[in-house]
């Protein structure tokens, strides 16, 4: 069955801390694709990256990197020097290619706090 | 480019009464998919259309339903109103279903439904 878990609920940091949001999903598709979503208080999910199952290349894009390892199943989100403008709900999501369902499964969010 | 728009954005209704949803995808994508999103249940799919057709169902009671017009905007209508189905309501595009993770779900502001 398919599933997203993201275990951390909240988590709080002070401006310039490094943070790592943790993703584990499980698929029984061979193809699949992960995306890292952000939900600011205007409730718009703003897309971040996206990863298929090929492409284990690690990558940085400014402040955030993604870690994605097929062996653990996981798929980690780091920000590096952290700001009050990165305060949002995280969201780590799974769309399976070979099902077909063109849906995608979401993990429960993680709420990152960054404090002045 | 206008990005994903959704009418209107907030809404009151009362137990009993029917609403329904507009979605406007960005120009181009014809897979619309819609997501209902709670505090306890999180983010979970109602539904996916491309080119006016259903493709899935996520798991929801018949009074949700939806369709697709030929310019691949799309509505969703809640029947029977219950307090439960008090949410956020995101509506997602993508212009290729198959293949989400070649473009991604590009994820609209969203309604809000208060049931009282």
């Known amino acids: 069955a398919q599933k997203v878990t993201q275990a951390q609920t909240e988590i709080s940091v002070v401006e310039k801390e490094d943070v790592t949001l943790d993703c584990v999903y499980e698929t029984r598709d061979t193809t699949y694709y992960l995306f890292w979503y952000k939900q600011p208080p205007s409730g718009e999910l703003v897309f971040l990256i996206r990863?298929?199952?090929?492409?284990?290349q690690n990558e940085i894009s400014g402040r955030y990197s993604w870690n994605f390892q097929k062996s653990t199943s996981s798929f980690n989100f780091t920000i590096t020097a952290s700001q009050v403008v990165d305060s949002a709900v995280y969201f780590c999501a799974l769309s399976e290619a070979e099902s077909n369902t063109g849906k995608l499964i979401f993990g429960q969010g993680t709420t990152l706090q960054v404090k002045p | 480019k206008a990005g994903v728009t959704q009418t209107p954005r907030y809404l009151i209704k009362t137990r009993g009464q029917q609403v329904t949803l507009s979605c406007s995808p960005i120009?181009?994508?014809?897979?619309v998919s819609w997501y209902q999103q709670t505090p306890g249940q999180g983010l979970q799919f109602l539904f996916e259309y491309f080119s006016e057709t259903q493709r899935n169902k996520g798991n929801f009671p018949g009074r949700f339903s939806g369709r697709q017009f030929s310019n691949s905007r799309s509505e969703m209508n809640v029947s029977t109103l219950e307090l439960g189905d008090s949410a956020l309501y995101l509506c997602?595009?993508?212009?290729?279903?198959?293949?989400?993770?070649?473009?991604?779900?590009?994820f609209g502001s969203g309604t809000r439904l208060t049931v009282v």
């Open positions: 120009s181009g994508h014809r897979s």
């Open positions: 990863r298929n199952s090929f492409d284990e």
């Open positions: 997602a595009s993508s212009p290729d279903r198959v293949r989400p993770g070649n473009y991604g779900y590009t």
